[in-house]
């Protein structure tokens, strides 16, 4: 009878956004236990070898992270399956390579290049607030941070920019109507836009309506939605598409004036 935790992740398996090939093995990089779920996170593997093509195997992977070249938020990594989610910054020193893990309208993770002033903070949503058993206030982030002795003003909901050298929060983003949002969860991941109404249900999901750009409006839960500045600036650049979905037939028209179809 096995016991504990799977120590392997078939490619079947794996997240649809990690967007692995059917046909290219049967395995998948698993991810550590760590600051993000393994259904919402990206494996230091994936990103070498998938998306910036440094590697080619597994194997190589490996020998990138063990000769200490891969840092995210601030950090270096040796595991080469250590769960990188959203708002991560990781480095590469050797390539001088600066990204911010976001998520694109089709729910994928985009690494986001920016440049290094950027790259010295991160914004983290607070999950819970409370006091510990010996009377220090803390608050828990979504990157699973404890900050203690946090500003009194943050709630669950708001988001804090946390300096990623200190691991200190300065700025607060409160969770209020017309403060700018990204979603991280659920069918409209990765929209950005500006929270307009809150709809509270209690014993249930809360439903926000968000705003974009264009003027669309849609709805989600509460939980699904991450600060990411106050009013209509975020604090943090944003992907190619500034977090706009669109239809199908949008698409299709700008594929043709490209040429691709």
């Known amino acids: 009878m096995p016991r504990g935790p799977k120590k392997h992740l078939k490619r079947l398996n794996a997240p649809r956004h990690w967007n692995l090939g059917k046909m290219g093995g049967v395995w998948a990089p698993k991810p550590s236990a760590g600051p993000h779920k393994q259904r919402e996170c990206l494996p230091v593997a994936i990103i070498l070898r998938e998306r910036l093509k440094y590697a080619l195997t597994g194997k190589e992977c490996q020998q990138i992270c063990m000769e200490r070249c891969v840092k995210i938020d601030g950090k270096v990594r040796t595991d080469y399956n250590y769960p990188a989610g959203f708002m991560d910054i990781v480095e590469l020193e050797k390539s001088n390579d600066l990204f911010r893990l976001l998520y694109d ?20 949503r607070i999950q819970k607030v409370y006091v510990t058993a010996k009377k220090v206030p803390v608050a828990v982030t979504h990157d699973g941070r404890t900050l203690r002795y946090p500003d009194p003003d943050v709630k669950v909901n708001d988001s804090v920019k946390v300096s990623v050298a200190t691991g200190k929060m300065s700025d607060i983003y409160k969770f209020e109507m017309g403060a700018t ?3 991280t969860k659920g069918h409209n991941v990765g929209r950005v836009g500006q929270l307009v109404h809150l709809e509270k249900h209690d014993g249930s999901f809360s439903i926000v309506t968000v705003k974009d750009k264009k003027g669309n409006s849609f ?12 009013g209509d600036h975020a604090q943090v650049s944003l992907p190619k598409g500034r977090g706009i979905k669109k239809t199908i037939l949008q698409e299709r028209a700008e594929a043709e004036a490209r040429g691709d179809i």
């Open 219 to 230: 709805a989600t839960r509460l939980s699904n939605v991450f600060i990411i500045g106050n």
């Open 105 to 124: 309208t089709k729910g994928r993770f985009v690494l986001h290049r920016i440049q290094r002033d950027e790259a010295e903070f991160k914004l983290c």
């Open 181 to 183: 949002v990204m979603v």
